[in-house]
């Protein structure tokens, strides 16, 4: 019976594994700040719950992939970071991250630019 058991783990182990790791490329990456004229108006509230440090909003086609509290890789330009995915973009984005920073100066001069984004950990099925 412990065989059984040991085997039934690491058969779901490995299957979570290849579910996770899938890779999309992104057509843009862009930064936004959580303000009213750049989200609706309660930009402290995300689609998957209170905006916070550290979090991503993606296109609605890649957030259905990727789901609500996923953990995700971001690379641009050589440079990647890890984030957590809290909220969606407008329906009109296909392939979109829009990463959450401080102020709009910050925002503006990091820019927009295309990337990858690497799923860690997937997250919950986002219904909206």
């Keep these: 019976m412990r065989r059984y058991v ?11 594994v290849n579910a996770e790791a899938a890779t999309y490329r992104l057509a843009r990456v ?16 995300s689609a998957c719950g209170p905006t916070r440090r550290g979090q991503i909003a993606l296109s609605r086609d890649l957030l ?11 690379t641009v330009n050589g440079h990647s970071r890890v984030y957590v995915v809290n909220d969606t973009m407008n329906s009109r984005y296909r392939r979109t991250a829009d990463i959450l920073v401080r ?11 295309k990337g990858t984004l690497t799923v860690l950990r997937k997250g919950t099925r986002y219904r909206g």
Excluded: E
């Design 6 to 16: 040991i085997a039934a783990l690491g058969a779901l182990a490995l299957d979570g």
């Design 30 to 45: 862009s930064h936004y700040n959580a303000v009213r004229a750049q989200t609706d108006r309660t930009p402290h509230i």
């Design 64 to 74: 259905r992939q990727v789901g609500c509290g996923a953990r995700v890789r971001v």
């Design 103 to 113: 102020g709009v100066g910050n925002a503006r001069k990091l820019g927009v630019s």
